[in-house]
């Protein structure tokens, strides 16, 4: 998978090499002895559609599915892949935003809770798969097969849409299922660089507060602790909905952040001051690259990465002496293996497509960042997929924050053009004086956000 040709991206490239070594002898993760219970859904029927609901195995147990076809159905089916659903036992399914419009345009839907909880995409890819190819036998045989199959997932469920189109997932998922168009939103894109940032971050914010090697890797509890003297060194207020850096450390970490994220671009301080967004990925602090147990070895490595807080050529004096005394770590080898006869742990988005896909990305998203649009878009050009790609930046602060428009509009979109029509249009995700432009993500974005700049009027 092509990565940007930055030094902070190095590690990764040569993590990405080793992560397609054979796959070692079977072992256990903490992921594999987890319990979860599906939980039938209650959803209500829509009037005039058939809903279907009840329990299903899954590659870790049961998993619970609904299914709804409306009466002038169309013989398409779109599988919804919902997003990270936390650590508890409790497995449910999560109803898509566009259940109502794709069922007044004809479209079945469909949606797995996965057979676990974690950010466990392996079973989301696989659970989404096999409820697919059960369409018809869920349905008690009244409706057969659909003849196009589309997948639409949010945040991590962008990462299973994304990686359900790919190549690698075609050839090794236990269950195989072909999608004629794939729309990740908010996606995870690039599933090493997810970690590499919630890594950098938090480490980052400890070592400003002279705290890095107490903060790393003793554990999630121990980040916890140190974390009020950490938000001091960086913070003048926090706590409550909007915070406010300090102009020392503060603005460092702003500016790291903002390099880390994928470069200047409107919203993006907005998203930084997001209390909300900041609690998520400062909860993250302190713990190592096995991602909650999923990998069975860490993946989170910075020891090419070179922290910048200034945009000259080269870095200042304060920076080499930063970059000297933090924490340096280094990733395991093969971390991400292959596994037999299913997709990887954390499944490889590489651009190997042969569908079209349409991605729609917040331009202050502080939780999944910008720059995984950045990355995915290379890793399609380097696999020569570039134009079966379409992007779409959404002046928003917040994670997957999209008006009902937006969606609709890069939904009706795909859909024609995977259907035969005109390719449609998308931003310019990577050239930085285009991302920086105040009007930056002006064309797509379909209404006003509180606390969000309007788009300039010339």
Known sequence: MMRSLTASLLAALALAACSRMPAPAAETRPQDTRTFTAVTPTLSATAGADLYQGTMNGVRGKAAYAIE?????????????HGYAGEGSELRVQAPPLRAYWLSLGYAWAASSYSSNYFDVQAGVEDTNALANSFSTLTGGRYAQPSKNIIMGISMGGHIAAAAVEKETAQTAQNRTSYAAAMP?????????????????????????????????????????????????????YGGPLWQENATQGTRLREIARNLT??????????????????????????????????????????????????????????????????????????????????????????????????????????VPFKHQQLYRAAMTAAGNGDRLVQRAIRAAGHCEFTAPELVEGFNDLVKWEAGGAKPAGDDVTTPSVIADAKYGCKFTRGTRAGVDACPAN
């Open 69 to 81: 076809v409306p009466a002038n159905w169309n013989k398409q089916l779109i599988m919804y892949a």
């Open 185 to 237: 939103i908010c996606g995870v894109m690039d599933e090493e660089y997810e970690f590499q940032w919630l890594g950098d971050y938090t480490l980052v914010a400890a070592q400003l507060a002279g705290l890095g090697p107490k903060a790393f890797p003793q554990g999630a509890d121990t980040y916890k602790a140190l974390l009020p003297d950490i938000l001091n060194a960086s913070f003048s207020s």
């Open 262 to 367: 994928g470069g200047d671009r409107p919203v993006f301080e907005q998203g930084f001051r997001s209390g909300l967004w900041q609690q998520y990925v400062l909860a993250t602090g302190g713990s190592d690259g096995t991602i909650n147990g999923i990998l069975p070895r860490n993946i989170y490595g910075n020891a090419a990465t070179t922290y910048r807080w200034t945009t000259g050529a080269t870095p200042t004096p304060a920076e080499v002496a930063f970059n000297a005394s933090i924490l340096r770590v280094t990733p395991a080898q093969n971390a991400n293996p292959a596994v037999s006869g299913r997709v990887r742990y954390l499944p490889r988005v590489n651009g190997e497509v042969s569908v079209p896909v349409l991605t729609m990305h917040t331009t202050g998203d502080f939780y």
